[in-house]
C-alpha cells in the first residue's frame, strides 16, 4: 500500500493537470484559428530548441543581453497603468528592443526574448488573455529570430559586427534598417493572418495601411535603428536611449486608447457620442461659412427580423458589411457613425440638396444589389440581400442646432420606412422635423 501512494499522488496530478489544460481559454475559440495559434506556437518553440541547440554564447553575450532584457522591463513598468485598447493591434514599441539584440547577439536571444519579457508582463499586467499573448510573442520570435540568423548572415564587407565609419557605417545602418522592415513585416503579417481568420470582416488596410498606422511603424523602425546603433557603439549608451524609448511608448499607447474608444466595436465606424462631438463641430463651421451641409440617416430595413432568425452573430456580420460598404461608397467621407442599433448617420460637408439625393441613391443602389455571404456559424454559406432605407435633411435657416437637422432627417427617414422601404426620402426645406408635422416629404 506504502508502494501505491507515490503512483495514486502521480496519477492524480496528471489528472489534475489534464483539467486544467481543458479549461485554458484557446480551447474556446474556433477551430480554424485555435490550429492557427496552436502551430505558430509550436514553430516558435521548436526554433528556440534549434537555437539554443546550435549557439554557443559568451559571458558578455549574457550580459548585454540581459541589460537589453532588463530595459524591457523597465519600459513594461513605465507603461503598466496605460491600459491597452483591445481588439486591434498594439503597437507597444517591444520590437525596438528586439532589434537591438537580433543585430548584437547570437541567434538564440532573439528567439527567447519575446517568452521572456511575455512571461514578465503576465505576471505585472492582470487581466491579459494569455493564448493571445502567446502567439502575439511567438510571431515576435519567429520575426526577429529570423532577423537574427538573416544579418548574421550578411557579409562582413557590408554588415558585421560593428558599424565602423564611412561607407561602411552606411551599409552597416541600412544592413539594420532593412533587417528591422523584415522583422516587422514577418510579425505584421502574421498576426494579420491570424486576425483574418477569426474575422474575415476586418479589412487589412485598417490594420496596417491607415495614416497612424504607418506613422507609429515609422516611428518604431527608426527608434529601433538608433537603438541598435548606439548599442553597438557602446551598450553603456543605451541608458541614454530608454527614457526617449519610453516617453514614445507611453505616447503611442495613449493615442491608440484615445482613438479605440472614438470607435464602436463592431462596425469600425465613429460611436454615436464621437460622431455627435464632430458633427457639432462641422455643423457651426458650415453655419459660420454659409457653407452646404447634409445629413443622411441609414436604417435598415426588417432588421429585427433578420436578427429573430438568424441571430447574434450573423446579426454582427450583416452590421459589419453594411458599415464596410458605406466606407467603401464615401471614402472621402469621415463623419459615418453608428447612430443606433441598425442606424447610421452620414454628414456630407460641402454637399447640397441634389448631390446628398445622389450619393443616397447611389447607397441604397449598391448595398440593394450587394450580396452578403455568412461566414461562420451554423448559417455559413447563407446570403442574405439587404435594402436600406435613407432620410435626408440639409441646413438651412430654420434648422440652426445639430439636434434640428438630425430631427428633420429622422422625419424623412421614418416617411421612407412607411411608405414602402428601400428608399430615399428629403424633408422639404421649411420643415424642422422636430416639434412639428411632417408636411409633405418628397420621396425619391
Not at 59 to 84: H, M, P
Not at 150 to 159: D, G, L, Q, R
Not at 199 to 228: K, N, P, Q
Request: glycine content about 6%; charged content about 20%.
Amino acid at each position: 500500500m506504502t508502494a501505491l501512494r507515490p503512483l495514486s499522488q502521480v496519477s492524480g496530478g496528471l489528472l489534475r493537470g489534464g483539467r486544467s489544460i481543458r479549461r485554458w481559454q484557446i480551447w474556446t475559440i474556433p477551430r480554424a484559428i485555435r490550429w492557427y495559434v496552436l502551430c505558430v506556437d509550436t514553430l516558435a518553440i521548436s526554433a528556440v530548441g534549434w537555437a539554443l541547440v546550435h549557439t554557443r554564447a559568451g559571458t558578455f553575450d549574457v550580459l548585454l543581453g540581459a541589460a537589453l532584457i532588463a530595459c524591457g522591463i523597465i519600459a513594461i513598468e513605465s507603461t503598466r497603468s496605460v491600459r491597452e485598447a483591445h481588439g486591434e493591434a498594439i503597437r507597444d514599441l517591444q520590437s525596438v528592443w528586439f532589434l537591438a539584440i537580433a543585430v548584437t547577439l547570437p541567434p538564440v536571444f532573439a528567439f527567447l526574448a519575446p517568452f521572456l519579457l511575455m512571461a514578465y508582463k503576465l505576471l505585472r499586467v492582470p487581466r491579459l488573455v494569455i493564448y493571445r499573448r502567446v502567439v502575439s510573442n511567438a510571431t515576435l520570435s519567429l520575426a526577429y529570430g529570423s532577423v537574427s540568423v538573416v544579418f548574421h548572415a550578411i557579409p562582413a564587407s557590408v554588415a558585421g559586427t560593428f558599424p565602423g565609419v564611412g561607407r561602411h557605417a552606411l551599409t552597416w545602418t541600412a544592413s539594420v534598417a532593412a533587417c528591422g522592415l523584415l522583422g516587422w513585416a514577418i510579425n505584421c503579417w502574421l498576426i494579420v493572418l491570424a486576425i483574418k481568420i477569426s474575422d474575415r470582416a476586418v479589412r487589412v488596410r485598417d490594420m496596417v495601411g491607415s495614416r497612424e498606422a504607418i506613422a507609429s511603424d515609422l516611428l518604431e523602425l527608426s527608434l529601433a535603428v538608433s537603438l541598435t546603433l548606439v548599442v553597438r557603439i557602446n551598450p553603456i549608451l543605451m541608458a541614454l536611449a530608454l527614457p526617449s524609448v519610453v516617453l514614445c511608448k507611453r505616447s503611442i499607447m495613449r493615442s491608440q486608447l484615445v482613438s479605440h474608444a472614438r470607435i464602436d466595436d463592431k462596425t469600425g465606424l465613429l460611436n454615436a457620442g464621437t460622431w455627435q462631438r464632430e458633427a457639432e463641430a462641422e455643423f457651426f463651421r458650415a453655419l459660420r461659412a454659409r457653407a452646404p451641409l447634409a445629413l443622411a440617416m441609414v436604417n435598415i430595413d426588417h432588421f429585427s427580423d433578420v436578427n429573430d432568425m438568424a441571430g447574434q452573430l450573423v446579426r454582427d456580420q450583416l452590421i459589419r458589411d453594411i458599415a464596410g460598404m458605406l466606407k467603401d461608397q464615401l471614402p472621402d467621407h469621415d463623419l459615418i457613425g453608428r447612430f443606433g442599433s441598425e442606424e447610421f448617420a452620414i454628414l456630407l460637408p460641402q454637399t447640397n440638396r441634389d448631390e446628398a439625393l445622389r450619393i443616397s441613391e447611389r447607397l441604397r443602389d449598391h448595398i440593394a444589389a450587394e450580396p452578403i455571404a455568412i461566414e461562420s456559424g451554423s448559417q455559413e454559406g447563407y446570403v442574405f440581400r439587404l435594402t436600406v432605407s435613407i432620410g435626408i435633411a440639409v441646413l438651412n435657416e430654420s434648422r440652426r442646432v445639430l439636434a434640428q437637422l438630425i430631427g428633420a432627417a429622422d422625419s424623412a427617414l421614418v416617411q421612407a420606412k412607411t411608405t414602402g422601404w428601400n428608399k430615399v426620402c428629403i424633408l422639404p426645406d421649411d420643415i424642422d422635423g422636430v416639434g412639428q408635422g411632417l408636411g409633405e416629404i418628397e420621396p425619391i
